[in-house]
């Protein structure tokens, strides 16, 4: 991956989501995002029908794996989940935390999913944080992408169940 270029994609991707949120939920952000940085994930969130959940209610936290995070998956793994729905949204649920959480206020150590999974959150300088080993992007310390009911942090990888 040539991370300068996915770098400055993200940056123009995170510019134009960081507008004043005014009843803008994270799903429609998501929505008005570079699709050729994050439809995988947007056709995903429809699939499993959690695009209901980030359309309302809230507040929550989004880590959202860019299209890349998608394509290093191994070969079928996308069209396997994208069969059984169920298994869909219980890889997407891990990417959705309770609250509203800025890169500012992670710390080492657990953080517990909507669902009840728990993630190991590492903090290793204000530039270099890892949610189970998925590598925040904190473009020009651009941390978060507010939404009217939480926020989006993008991630380098998708988060997988453990076996």
């Given at each position: ?83 059984n729905p169920a298994d869909l949204k219980k890889v997407l649920l891990r990417h959705v935390f309770k609250g509203s959480i800025s890169a500012s206020e992670l ?57």
């Amino acid at each position: 991956m040539n991370s300068p270029v996915v770098f400055l994609s993200l940056l123009l991707a995170t510019t134009c989501l960081s507008a004043p949120a005014n009843g803008t939920s994270i799903m429609d952000l998501l929505l008005r995002a570079r699709q050729d940085r994050l439809s995988t994930l947007v056709q995903a969130l429809q699939a499993s029908g959690l695009a209901d959940t980030l359309q309302k209610d809230g507040p929550y936290t989004l880590f959202a794996p860019v299209n890349d995070a998608f394509k290093s998956l191994p070969e079928g793994a996308i069209a396997k989940l994208t069969a059984n729905p169920a298994d869909l949204k219980k890889v997407l649920l891990r990417h959705v935390f309770k609250g509203s959480i800025s890169a500012s206020e992670l710390k080492t150590g657990d953080l517990t999913n909507i669902d009840g999974g728990v993630s190991k959150v590492v903090v290793s300088g204000p530039d270099n944080i890892t949610l189970d080993g998925a590598k925040l992007y904190l473009p020009m310390n651009t941390t978060m992408t507010a939404a009217s009911n939480g926020v989006i942090h993008f991630i380098d990888k998708v988060l997988l169940p453990s076996a």
